[in-house]
């Protein structure tokens, strides 16, 4: 069963930077691709960046330039880097995992592959 626990939220100013990390148990991550995703209060989950298994990344639009995605094979762990951050960055941020495409992975919802617990951000102004 695949497991997945995120990690590095915290309270930041605007302008700050993050760095959070997404540990996937099991044998599935090395065949995968990876995303993050984000839900701020009153709002649905949205898009933040995928990535495939040979390194192919997507990011929404609203964190293209400012957040970074990547992962480490062998540690079955992936990241988010997150710069310049906004008041309007503060969610709670989910790391995804379940399907080799990080295309689709742009789309899903948690009734779908496995997501963690999730990780507070919070951008203060």
């Known amino acids: 069963q695949v497991q997945v626990v995120e990690s590095g939220g915290g309270l930041v100013q605007a302008g700050g930077s993050l760095k959070l990390s997404c540990l996937v148990s099991?044998?599935?991550?090395?065949?995968?691709?990876v995303g993050w995703h984000r839900r701020a209060p009153g709002k649905d989950y949205e898009f933040v960046a995928t990535m495939n298994v040979r390194g192919g990344t997507y990011y929404a639009d609203a964190v293209k330039g400012r957040f970074t995605i990547s992962r480490d094979n062998d540690k079955n762990t992936a990241y988010l880097q997150m710069a310049m951050l906004k008041p309007e960055d503060t969610a709670i941020y989910y790391c995804?995992?379940?399907?080799?495409?990080?295309?689709?992975?742009?789309?899903?919802?948690?009734?779908?592959?496995?997501w963690g617990q999730g990780t507070q951000v919070t951008v203060s102004s």
């Open positions: 099991g044998d599935t991550f090395t065949s995968s691709a």
């Open positions: 995804v995992i379940g399907d080799p495409s990080a295309s689709t992975l742009r789309f899903v919802k948690p009734n779908f592959g496995s």
